[in-house]
């Protein structure tokens, strides 16, 4: 079994700044790609951005690309998303998950991710 709990949202104005954290533990495993999705009211979730464990390969939404940044210290089991310049729109519950398929290349399919946090607010007021 894995556990991934997340930490870090808050409210912040547009512009600011938040650091979210994901910590594994568990079964984890340094090849296990890690995401971050995020979902608003009444809309589905939807990917933010990914990460391979090891490897430091990743990918991001277009939507957040050039203001979030996702990392990992393999040391801490810990995955984190920087989010810079936020926007009312980026308002969302945000999730870590945790892909434990460990030949499948980093996925944006939330269906293919084996476990998740508990979730953590984000708001955006404009």
């Known amino acids: 079994q894995v556990q991934l709990v997340e930490s870090g949202g808050g409210s912040v104005q547009a512009g600011g700044s938040l650091r979210l954290s994901c910590a594994a533990s568990?079964?984890?495993?340094?090849?296990?790609?890690m995401g971050w999705f995020r979902q608003a009211p009444g809309k589905e979730r939807d990917f933010v951005a990914g990460?391979?464990?090891?490897?430091?390969?990743?990918s991001y939404a277009d939507s957040v690309k050039g203001r979030f940044t996702i990392s990992r210290d393999i040391a801490k089991n810990t995955v984190y998303l920087q989010m810079n310049s936020l926007k009312p729109e980026d308002t969302a519950v945000y999730y870590c998950a945790l892909d434990r398929n460990l030949r499948r290349p980093l996925t944006t399919t939330p269906g293919e991710y084996d476990y998740w946090g508990q979730g953590t607010q984000v708001t955006v007021s404009s």
């Open positions: 990460i391979s464990w090891s490897g430091g390969t990743t």
């Open positions: 568990g079964r984890t495993s340094s090849t296990y790609v």
